[in-house]
């Protein structure tokens, strides 16, 4: 049993103001396997006071001072690398190979491609007689996931710490141990007290605290689109700057001229990937109708090999969600599908056979599905598939379009061209073309409702700077 009741406040572990544990839940078990304190509006307090505090001399730290900070944080946490793997599989039940290769991979690739960018980037602008100065924005507050847990602290913290920002955390409290463990490795690495502040807590007792406080900066959000809205809520009176990444419901556009075999089982597997819990999943895939028949046999056979079970066994390719709340909630859109009339083609209710215990969802495609359905239009964040049929370009991309999420899209085709002219017409932050994997250098963000700002890279400092123009600098 894992015992996380400290907060990270000014370098030191330190207990809660007022006690007010939580147990924090494994969903492969059921069982209780961790404890954490949920922090209060005091405790916020003392956290911003810290980092105000440390920006004064954090922002004036050199670049070669925070590259080696940076170096010191990815050998920090090349040590503790596993520990968070176990961590991250414990607290959401992802697969031991998911936990290791994808999400502890993510946060240490996030840390390393911010000390690479680090390294050559330009923070004056010269426009003579004149210059512009990118200077770092202040206290920033962080609000991150439990789907993607470590990924979303690193390539949060990574940016600000590179350009010189202090930073309060509060990680998802649903899953709350690898962000523990991650302010362990910060704690390793030698970051100055007062620059990385970490308080467990939920929406209410510290999200709004550190929205509403007059003494941070810029809050970052990666969460719903209906918490992210109450978050730039909160922060209105106080006119910070809000970036958010909210919610998907990414289409993924088969043409008539795709590999239909290797486009069906890529976006199959693609949606079923960390359990279809992932903003940018490729949950609605568009398939010529004349097409349609054909592929939903791939996807039902492609359904049938994925191996739900144990996060620990081998041959697990797929955990349970996170929580009984999301069980409920993914359970209960199944049956909406259902109801609505959409054709169910494999999956559908229930636990996949022979488990009893844990939070797991059956691999569930639905076909004949068109995009006023709930199935169409809710981001139901589980391995739940919505296949709809089109009968030409121009509709594929009006159906596609036809949502309040903007996150990512992906189009398949054999025709290059062809895909990147209709890549060109979709309104999304980033569209994927026949399986192309973005790396951790391109900008990861949203359109509409699915969020502002963009995270990664190089792109990933801009948020996080102000600019300041000096007139007659050089005169």
């Not at 191996?307 to 909406?336: C, W």
């Not at 054709?343 to 068109?370: D, H, I, M, Q």
Request: hydrophobic share 40%; with cysteine; charged share 20%.
């Amino acid at each position: 049993m894992r015992e996380y009741t400290q907060f990270y406040i000014n370098g030191q572990w330190v207990e809660p103001d007022s006690p007010n544990p939580l147990d924090v839940i494994n969903p492969a078990t059921e069982a209780v396997c961790a404890h954490i304190s949920l922090g209060a509006e005091s405790d916020v307090d003392k956290a911003v006071a810290a980092a105000r505090k440390a920006f004064e001399s954090y922002s004036q730290s050199s670049r070669e001072q925070r590259i080696a900070l940076l170096e010191s944080l990815v050998e920090a946490y090349k040590k503790r690398y596993q520990d968070i793997a176990e961590a991250i599989s414990e607290e959401m039940g992802a697969p031991t190979k998911l936990a290791v290769e994808a999400q502890a991979g993510a946060g240490l690739g996030h840390l390393m491609q911010a000390l690479k960018v680090l390294r050559n980037f330009d923070f004056e602008e010269g426009m003579e007689p004149h210059r512009v100065f990118k200077e770092p924005i202040g206290v920033c507050g962080m609000i991150t996931p439990w789907n993607w847990p470590v990924n979303q602290i690193s390539c949060k913290v990574a940016p600000a710490l590179a350009v010189g920002c202090t930073m309060v955390l509060k990680p998802s409290e649903v899953a709350p141990l690898s962000g523990y463990l991650f302010s362990q490795v910060m704690d390793a690495a030698g970051v100055p007290a007062g620059v990385y502040n970490m308080i467990n807590g939920d929406g209410a007792g510290v999200g709004t605290a550190l929205s509403r406080h007059p003494g941070v900066d810029m809050m970052s959000f990666t969460g719903s689109t209906r918490a992210g809205s109450l978050v730039a809520q909160n922060a209105a009176p106080t006119v910070k700057r809000v970036t958010q990444e909210l919610g998907g419901k990414s289409p993924n556009i088969l043409l008539d001229d795709a590999d239909l075999e290797a486009a069906v089982t890529g976006g199959v597997m693609h949606m079923y990937h960390n359990t279809g819990q992932s903003c940018n999943a490729p949950s609605r895939m568009l398939v010529p109708r004349a097409k349609l028949a054909e592929a939903e046999a791939i996807a039902a056979r492609v359904s049938e090999t994925v191996v739900a079970g144990d996060p620990k066994a081998e041959s697990t390719t797929m955990g349970p969600v996170v929580s009984e709340v999301q069980f409920d909630k993914i359970q209960g859109l199944i049956e909406k599908g259902i109801a609505e009339g959409a054709k169910l083609v494999c999956g559908g209710p229930g636990r996949p056979e022979g488990l009893e215990k844990g939070y797991f969802v059956r691999p569930t495609v639905f076909s004949e599905a068109n995009n006023q359905m709930t199935i169409a239009r809710e981001e139901i964040f589980g391995p739940v598939l919505t296949m709809i049929p089109y009968d030409s370009e121009e509709e594929a991309i009006s159906i596609a379009n036809d949502t309040d999420y903007g996150l990512a899209a992906y189009v398949q085709g054999g025709d290059l061209e062809r895909s990147r002219k209709v890549a060109s017409r979709i309104r999304a932050g980033s569209v994927s073309l026949n399986g192309a994997n973005a790396g951790m250098n391109v900008p990861f963000g949203g359109y509409k409702k699915s969020g502002n700002g963009r995270e990664w890279g190089v792109h990933g400092f801009t948020d996080y700077l102000e600019l300041k123009a000096v007139a007659g600098y050089e005169s």
